[in-house]
Structure formats: C-alpha cells, structure tokens
C-alpha cells in the first residue's frame, strides 16, 4: 500500500478552521489560495511542511464538493503511477466516479466509497511537481499507488 498524501476537508470558513486546527494542534499553515475549476470558485490551503497533509476546502454548496455548508471529511488524497488505471481500477470495484478534473487540465477524480461517507482522491503522479512547488518548496517526492503491480488492478 502506498501512503495517503493528504486528507480534506470541506469548511465554510477557512480562517476559522485553520485557526481551530492550529489551537487544537499546534498545526501549522501554508498561505490560503484563490482558485476555480471550470465554474466553481474556491479558496485552498494545506499545512505546511510535508505529507501527509491536511486540506482544507471552503466553496459554495453544489460544486465538486457538495454541500459545503457544514464541515465535514470529503477525501483522502493518493498520487497514483497511472492516472487511467487507477480509476478504472475504482471503478470497477464499484466506487463511482463522482467528480474528475481532467476535463479541467488537471489528472484527479474523485470516487465514493459509501463505506467511509467520503470519497478517494487519486492524482496522476506527473502532477506531483507542481504540488511541492506550490505546497512544500524543496519537499521530497511522496510514494505513489503502483497500478501495475496493484493485485486487485482489473486490467492486468
């Protein structure tokens, strides 16, 4: 099994969580940022220093991530060696696809997994540059799910 990278939450108020967090837990941030897929704007942060990290997500209601009007656990994050393979992996394992960002530029889905009233993010490995640019300057490469050697990968 390949480390999860990150898990997220969805919060209506971002400032607010990141400092709930921070007293809980002496966590500690990198700066919040602005940003939008397709039509969905959305503001983004995740703790600073290295995996795994907490994401906190605060959007309106009826996006990627549904009703974001109460906090609440939306995914865990795993990079994966083959963006395709992985989620047709998840997919026939019955964990629908629920939201992708391909059509976006951007390699990551979304699958349900009911069982855990929450979703797995997968992220194409080739993306991982520019997330430890953006997150963790100078951080070290993160494992990804090997979907070649995956026993349960459907397509081998």
Known sequence: MSDFY????TVPH????M??????AAVQWSE???????EWDYRIVFTAGGAPYIELIEAPPGG???DTSRPGFHHLGW????FTSGTDRLS???FPQTFSGCPFGRPFAYHRLDSLGGH???VGLGRQPVFIDTWNPGGDPMPAINEEAYPWNPSR
């Open 14 to 17: 971002l400032e607010a969580a």
């Open 64 to 66: 990627p991530w549904g």
């Open 6 to 9: 990150h898990v997220c939450f």
């Open 19 to 24: 400092r709930d967090l921070t007293t809980a």
């Open 120 to 122: 797995v993010e997968l």
């Open 92 to 94: 026939a394992a019955g």
């Open 32 to 38: 919040p940022v602005e940003a939008s897929i397709g």
């Open 79 to 82: 990079w994966t060696s083959d």
